[in-house]
């Protein structure tokens, strides 16, 4: 039953109503200097990739735990974490962005 919406099914890239869409990479952090890094970073490999360059930086923990993310930084991409307790370096950012469009 799809009362209200409930129990429909979301198919991949739909909006949820009455939810903001989400962004599309998000860095997962306190707000340290490795994840600020990491975000330096991303957004280097979006620029250089011609993508749209609006980075989402979650700092609540529980939110991050959400994720299942134990150690930060981590990278999320399309909601998916892609990388999590390291700082990515521009070149392995790129890497993951590729994989996760598709592109790679």
Same mark, same amino acid.
């Given at each position: 039953?799809?009362l209200?919406? $409930?129990? *429909?099914?979301? /198919? /991949?890239?739909? +909006?949820?109503?009455? *939810?903001?869409?989400?962004s599309?990479? *998000?860095?997962?952090?306190?707000?340290?200097? &490795?994840c600020?890094?990491?975000e330096?970073?991303? /957004?280097?490999?979006?620029?250089?990739?011609?993508?749209?360059?609006?980075? +989402?930086?979650?700092?609540?923990?529980?939110?991050? %735990?959400?994720?299942?993310?134990?150690?930060?930084?981590?990278?999320?991409?399309? +909601?998916?974490?892609?990388? &999590?307790?390291?700082? $990515? &370096? *521009?070149? +392995?950012?790129?890497? $993951?962005?590729?994989? %996760?469009?598709?592109?790679?």
């Amino acid at each position: 039953m799809a009362l209200f919406g $409930l129990g *429909k099914k979301q /198919k /991949k890239g739909e +909006e949820v109503q009455g *939810k903001e869409s989400p962004s599309a990479v *998000k860095v997962l952090g306190s707000g340290c200097a &490795s994840c600020n890094q990491l975000e330096a970073n991303t /957004k280097q490999a979006l620029a250089e990739l011609s993508m749209d360059g609006s980075i +989402e930086h979650v700092t609540d923990f529980v939110k991050i %735990a959400g994720y299942g993310v134990m150690t930060t930084p981590a990278l999320v991409v399309d +909601e998916v974490v892609v990388s &999590s307790g390291k700082v $990515l &370096s *521009k070149d +392995e950012v790129v890497v $993951l962005l590729k994989k %996760a469009r598709g592109l790679a």
